[in-house]
Nanobody, 123 residues
Framework: QVQLVESGGGLVQPGGSLRLSCAAS????????MGWYRQAPGKERELVAT???????NYADSVKGRFTISRDGAKNTVSLQMNSVKPEDTAVYYC?????????????????WGQGTQVTVSS
């Protein structure tokens, strides 16, 4: 089994900072791209940021210059540093990993998701 567990969500004031972390564990053979997505009430899940195994990053226009994604390949973790947050950043944030399960290698890589962590930006 492969699991992704997020941490670090909570309530933050506009203009403040918050750091989300996600750890992947279980029968992992390899991890390709990792990323963060978010879903606000009444809206579809959207990409926030992704990072490749080589460290290449991709950000949604709405978070460029404010959020920074990073990963630790040795620890199978990915983090999202959120600065200058805005009320419109309020959402449930989900960690995603494109992972090859060591017990299901015949399936190739698959997307795994964390359970989500709530981020609320409010004064």
């Amino acid at each position: 089994q492969v699991q992704l567990v997020e941490s670090g969500g909570g309530l933050v004031q506009p203009g403040g900072s918050l750091r989300l972390s996600c750890a992947a564990s279980g029968s992992i053979l390899s991890i390709n791209t990792m990323g963060w997505y978010r879903q606000a009430p009444g809206k579809e899940r959207e990409l926030v940021a992704t990072i490749s195994t080589g460290g290449g990053t991709n950000y949604a226009d709405s978070v460029k210059g404010r959020f920074t994604i990073s990963r630790d390949g040795a620890k199978n973790t990915v983090s999202l540093q959120m600065n200058s947050v805005k009320p419109e950043d309020t959402a449930v944030y989900y960690c995603n990993g494109n992972i090859v399960n060591a017990r299901r290698m015949f399936l190739g890589s698959q997307d795994y998701w964390g359970q989500g962590t709530q981020v609320t930006v409010s004064s």
